[in-house]
């Protein structure tokens, strides 16, 4: 079963806009939750964390929200860069198995110049 | 410094043989994962290696698939009698010490094709 879902798998925004990515998980044992960023032919790279203890982190143009409640977590980009277009993964990490991460299946977002 | 790197970037197989997807980390970096990307699909954890514990092999889909680290450094993921289901991204990652909050760093992967 999957326990990190990303339900829209492509989004696109206009340039300068605001793009909110989503994510919702099934398993009260993750406690830390990531964002990663993969262009074609490249691997992941890192671009934002959130431990369960907060429900906000920012970053520059990057905001990650947790709703523990709700077993959700967004990704916000304000503002949209035609750079920010690739795959956007969601992550997360249970409280006892290392840097272990579950993935989930992915958000192409596209933003359009 | 160097990244993540991984050889070979491609492999074509055909069913049934072995093959080896061979991961490099990033000197100095304790711990190393595996993970897949089969078409269409999110990333796929398969085993994890933290300095000299046991491996978290909880993700390994079959008795086909084995991994190794030797020396602390250089991993091999070895898939035996492999099957077309098998085609996917391989992707091995590194982090400093292997605690969930380290950035994993990936190398570009090895794209398996099985005929």
């Known amino acids: 079963d999957q326990q990190v879902k990303q339900n829209s798998p492509s989004l696109s925004v206009q340039e300068g806009r605001i793009s909110i990515l989503n994510c919702d998980y099934t398993?009260?044992?993750?406690?830390?939750f990531l964002w990663y960023k993969k262009y074609p032919a490249e691997g992941p790279t890192f671009l934002i964390s959130?431990?369960?203890?907060?429900d906000k982190n920012e970053d520059g143009r990057f905001t990650v929200f947790l709703n523990k409640s709700a077993k959700h977590l967004s990704l916000h980009i304000v503002p949209s860069q035609p750079g920010d277009s690739a795959v956007y993964f969601c992550a997360a990490a249970y409280y006892n198995q290392g840097g272990k991460l579950i993935f989930g299946q992915g958000t192409e977002l596209s933003v359009k110049p | 410094g160097a990244g993540v790197s991984q050889s070979p970037s491609n492999k074509v197989t055909e069913k049934g043989k072995d093959v080896e997807l061979r991961c490099d980390p990033i000197?100095?970096?304790?711990?190393l994962y595996w993970y897949r990307q089969s078409l269409g699909q999110g990333l796929e954890f398969l085993i994890y290696?933290?300095?000299?514990?046991?491996?978290?092999k909880s993700g390994l889909p079959s008795d086909r698939f084995s991994a190794e680290r030797t020396g602390g450094s250089v991993s091999t993921l070895t898939i035996q009698r492999t099957q077309q289901e098998d085609s996917a991204v391989y992707l091995c990652?590194?982090?400093?010490?292997?605690?969930?909050?380290?950035?994993?760093?990936f190398g570009p992967g090895t794209r398996l094709t099985v005929l």
């Open positions: 398993n009260s044992m993750f406690d830390y």
């Open positions: 000197s100095g970096h304790t711990a």
């Open positions: 290696f933290q300095g000299n514990s046991a491996p978290d």
């Open positions: 990652a590194s982090s400093l010490s292997g605690h969930r909050s380290d950035t994993q760093y």
């Open positions: 959130i431990s369960s203890i907060k």
